[in-house]
T-cell receptor, first 117, second 117 residues
Framework: KAGVTQTPRYLIKTRGQQVTLSCSPI?????VSWYQQTPGQGLQFLFEYFSETQRNKGNFPGRFSGRQFSNSRSEMNVSTLELGDSALYLCASSSGLAGAKGTGELFFGEGSRLTVL | AQTVTQSQPEMSVQEAETVTLSCTYDTSESDYYLFWYKQPPSRQMILVIRQEAYKQQNATENRFSVNFQKAAKSFSLKISDSQLGDAAMYFC??????????????FGKGTKLTVNP
């Protein structure tokens, strides 16, 4: 069973640009979550999508947005990049049914390393 | 809001010995889940062990076990017979059951574990 796939793995952008990151979840998983990982702030929750609907959202500015497609693939976008957006962006997928049939385990991708110059 | 604290930024252990990683959390909720995730240098995070708050019995997974003290809001991870492959960042995480089915995790800052041969 293929794992969570994130693309691109590495990218470099300059301030003011925008970036789109992609995440393909494990087959059959309906939930995708995004986290930002930095040395200073650690892992911070960005948002979560389940069956194309945003189910939860973290405390990030409106420059950070996401969406989920009918095949459960998800994208996140960051507009008007700032130096502080440099981070590892992790995507995680799950069945999305933690309260019912799922175990609640999140399966993480290897991340997209964004550097903003 | 819930918080998770890992007070040991770094720990080291000799191969074959036992090490305990600490985690405390703050919550006013009575039911929740706690997790330990491992992030090796390759960066893909994987679940190590999971504990449901309503279960008094401590979870175990092979060489990994937890000491869950609900009243003290403490959730430590014990690794027995440490192996070189256990070297990684370890993150403690909390998940509320009162967030509309969302699987959002609140992470601690992590503990870097070094295993010495």
């Amino acid at each position: 069973k293929a794992g969570v796939t994130q693309t691109p793995r590495y990218l470099i952008k300059t301030r003011g640009q925008q970036v789109t990151l992609s995440c393909s979840p494990i087959s059959g998983h309906r939930s995708v979550s995004w986290y930002q990982q930095t040395p200073g702030q650690g892992l911070q929750f960005l948002f979560e999508y389940f069956s194309e609907t945003q189910r939860n959202k973290g405390n990030f500015p409106g420059r950070f947005s996401g969406r989920q497609f009918s095949n459960s693939r998800s994208e996140m976008n960051v507009s008007t990049l700032e130096l502080g957006d440099s981070a590892l962006y992790l995507c995680a997928s799950s069945s999305g049914l933690a309260g019912a049939k799922g175990t609640g385990e999140l399966f993480f991708g290897e991340g997209s390393r964004l550097t903003v110059l | 809001a819930q918080t998770v604290t890992q007070s040991q930024p770094e720990m080291s252990v000799q191969e074959a010995e036992t090490v305990t990683l600490s985690c405390t959390y703050d919550t006013s909720e009575s039911d929740y889940y706690l997790f330990w995730y491992k992030q090796p240098p390759s960066r893909q995070m994987i679940l190590v062990i999971r504990q449901e708050a309503y279960k008094q019995q401590n979870a175990t997974e092979n060489r990994f076990s937890v000491n869950f003290q609900k009243a003290a809001k403490s959730f430590s991870l014990k690794i027995s017979d440490s192996q070189l492959g256990d070297a990684a960042m370890y993150f403690c995480a909390y998940r509320s059951v009162y967030q509309g089915g969302s699987e959002k995790l609140v992470f601690g800052k992590g503990t870097k574990l070094t295993v010495n041969p």
